[in-house]
């Protein structure tokens, strides 16, 4: 089965940088679309931002718009989400999986069974 491994994330102060990974658990030379979501207190898991195999087009949140970067490696199985200018609400876990995008961007589509490890993003002073 393909899975996702999500790292990278950590504790910040506001403002700070972080740049999340998300690599095939697995060797693999298709390419996917990729979604990141977050799971932060309180809230309903959200879509943060998604990148198309198909067309290398890409989607963000509003919320993380001109913040946040998501990139694909040159391997097919790499996926990257560069974290700038972080605030506070953006402290939650972070998971990656494979979703449609922008159609994907949407947490009820998925069952429990979808969401792995995430990596937890904190940030705070």
């Known amino acids: 089965q393909l899975r996702f491994v999500e790292s990278g994330g950590g504790l910040v102060q506001p403002g700070g940088s972080l740049r999340l990974s998300c690599e095939a658990s697995?060797?693999?030379?298709?390419?996917?679309?990729i979604g990141w979501f977050r799971h932060a207190p309180g809230k309903e898991r959200e879509g943060v931002s998604c990148?198309?195999?198909?067309?290398?087009?890409?989607w963000y949140a509003d919320s993380v718009k001109g913040r946040f970067s998501i990139s694909r490696a040159s391997a097919a199985d790499k996926v990257y989400l560069q974290m700038n200018n972080l605030k506070t609400e953006d402290t939650g876990v972070y998971y990656c999986?494979?979703?449609?995008?922008?159609?994907?961007?949407?947490?009820?589509?998925?069952?429990?069974?979808?969401w792995g490890q995430g990596t937890q993003v904190t940030v705070s002073s």
């Open positions: 999986l494979r979703s449609g995008c922008p159609e994907g961007m949407t947490a009820s589509l998925f069952d429990s069974s979808d």
């Open positions: 697995f060797y693999t030379s298709d390419y996917y679309d």
């Open positions: 990148i198309s195999a198909s067309t290398g087009s890409t």
